[in-house]
Nanobody, 122 residues
Framework: QVQLVESGGGLVQAGGSLRLSCAAS????????VGWFRQAPGKDREFVAV??????LTSDSVKGRFAISRDNAKNTVYLEMNSLKPEDTAVYYCAADSSRVLAKAVYEYKTWGQGIQVTVSS
């Protein structure tokens, strides 16, 4: 089973940028899709973005600000986050082993990373 490790989180001021990385170990992603989700305190985990071999989807709340990409040679998926807002503050998770291409629901993923904190100050 693939293991996922997120990195790149931290504290940033509103309007700033961060790039999250999700590295797969154990084997290649192999999954049709790799997704990013986030969970703010007291809220459900929500979809942020997903990438398949040749397509991407992003949620309306981050469209135009966040971009997902992948480097197959490095077995890594990235989430570039720009124009960050305080409401983007959350623990961010990457997920793999989805049941279908461009999956957007939490239940569709079998494998999750441990999560990484992103905090945006106003």
């Amino acid at each position: 089973q693939v293991q996922l490790v997120e990195s790149g989180g931290g504290l940033v001021q509103a309007g700033g940028s961060l790039r999250l990385s999700c590295a797969a170990s154990g084997r290649t992603f192999g999954s049709p899709s790799v997704g990013w989700f986030r969970q703010a305190p007291g809220k459900d985990r929500e979809f942020v973005a997903v990438i398949s071999w040749n397509e991407v989807l992003t949620s309306d709340s981050v469209k135009g600000r966040f971009a997902i990409s992948r480097d197959n040679a490095k077995n890594t998926v990235y989430l570039e986050m720009n124009s960050l807002k305080p409401e983007d503050t959350a623990v961010y998770y990457c997920a793999a082993d989805s049941s279908r291409v461009l999956a957007k629901a939490v239940y569709e993923y079998k494998t999750w990373g441990q999560g990484i904190q992103v905090t945006v100050s106003s």
